[in-house]
């Protein structure tokens, strides 16, 4: 049996920075200083600037960064948020946590992205109703939403909107960073992310001053002045290890985004001569690919047979948050249901893709897909 290849490696990157992630970790242990401290300051400097954003405010994951970004613009009770139902389920569930109400669109077939055109029919169908406040664009796999389209749509009928780029950190679109579009960003640093910790994390960014106060009350029980709560708040920090890990890799951040490119093209190159159908790109954008997501009718089989020869895949996600046991039936979707989505679910796979893979596994991985096709 050949080597396994990896779908995703969070211990290469370990490996690849050992010397200076094993420094920075010492550091703050050393100091004694375990949260909210110089380095999740620095982190929020550093950050904020590789984007070209105003605040920036860390959080414990992904998914509280939803949470506090929603509750921070004032949504809640009541209020309806758009999003897509292929996306990772955290989307959908942080809209319930900050207590607000999802709908479900429809996607591009192209880009996975959500549909422009979905979002218009959904706000003809609920428009009346007066309930629905955000939009949340999820720029999936590394390939950024139509967002310059969403913030006209937004503008127009007086909506939020939240960027959830969980999984494109350092993308652009008309080179601007994912993020800065919209009234407020959501990042993830799970280990796996383009920019990934040795744990969980999370940012907020957004360029109103009035928000990042909110997120910065919010991520610590709504003080403003210790042990005094100005609003009803949470705990969600970033800690200072996590912090200092990040500053790390976020050096690296735009040379491994560059080889995930590299690694796509080979991709591209390589399999054009196979009945898969390629991930396609908007004219206007770099995409990061934090997956390289091909579709194919026979799936399960491919995979299988990828398996069969220790090439690891995964599929994101084979259950639309919509038929999935915990939403089935009482989540709201758009009139004209959801065909693209469902589609896709049956279709998607996501081959090996992180910045570690060598040239040869590269070559395996085709090698291996030209003979099954
Ligand atoms: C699109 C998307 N949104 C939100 C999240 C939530 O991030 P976390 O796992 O850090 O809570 C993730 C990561 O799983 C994601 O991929």
Redesign the pocket.
């Known amino acids: 049996m050949p080597d396994p290849i990896a779908q995703s490696d969070p211990g290469a990157s370990y490996y690849a920075h050992r010397e200076e992630i094993d420094e920075a970790v010492s550091r703050v242990l050393e100091s004694g200083w375990y949260l909210l401290g110089k380095e999740l300051k620095a982190f929020e400097q550093e950050f904020a600037s590789y984007l070209g954003a105003k605040h920036c405010i860390g959080v414990a994951?992904?998914?509280?960064?939803?949470v506090i970004a929603m509750r921070a613009c004032g949504l809640g009770a009541g209020d309806v948020v758009i999003t897509v139902s292929h996306?990772?389920v955290?989307?959908v569930a942080?809209i319930e946590l900050a207590g607000a109400i999802p709908l479900l669109v429809d996607i591009d077939p192209a880009t996975f992205t959500i549909d422009p055109e979905s979002i218009e029919d959904a706000l003809m169908t609920y428009r009346g109703e007066g309930r629905i406040k955000a939009i949340i664009p999820?720029?999936?796999y590394g390939h950024p939403a139509n967002v310059q389209a969403i913030v006209e749509i937004c503008r127009r009928h007086g909506l939020k909107v939240i960027e959830?780029c969980?999984?494109s950190n350092g993308a652009m679109a008309g080179g601007q960073k994912v993020g800065t579009f919209g009234d407020i960003g959501?990042f993830?640093?799970?280990p796996t992310?383009n920019l990934g910790a040795m744990g969980?994390?999370?940012a907020v960014i957004t360029p109103h001053v009035e928000l990042a106060e909110r997120a910065r009350m919010l991520r610590e029980y709504g003080w403003q002045e210790r042990y005094v709560s100005s609003v009803a708040g949470m705990n969600s920090r970033l800690d200072e290890i996590q912090a200092a890990i990040l500053r790390v890799k976020l050096k690296w951040l735009d040379i491994e985004n560059a080889r995930r490119r590299q690694i796509a093209r080979a991709y591209d190159e390589n399999l054009v001569v196979t009945s898969l159908t390629l991930p396609q790109q908007r004219g206007d954008v770099s995409h990061v690919y934090?997956q390289y997501v091909i579709r194919c009718g026979r799936r399960d089989d491919l995979r299988s047979f990828l398996q069969s020869r220790a090439i690891g895949t995964l599929v994101h996600y084979p259950v639309p948050i919509h038929l999935q046991p915990a939403y089935l039936d009482r989540i709201a979707i758009t009139r004209n249901r959801l065909p693209v989505t469902e589609v896709a679910a049956r279709q998607v796979l996501s081959l090996p893709m992180h910045p570690h893979l060598t040239d040869g596994e590269i070559e395996r991985v085709c090698e291996a897909i030209k003979k099954w096709s």
């Open positions: 994951s992904g998914t509280d960064a939803l996306t990772a955290a989307t942080a999820v720029h999936l959830d969980a999984q959501a993830s640093f799970y992310k969980d994390g999370g934090h």
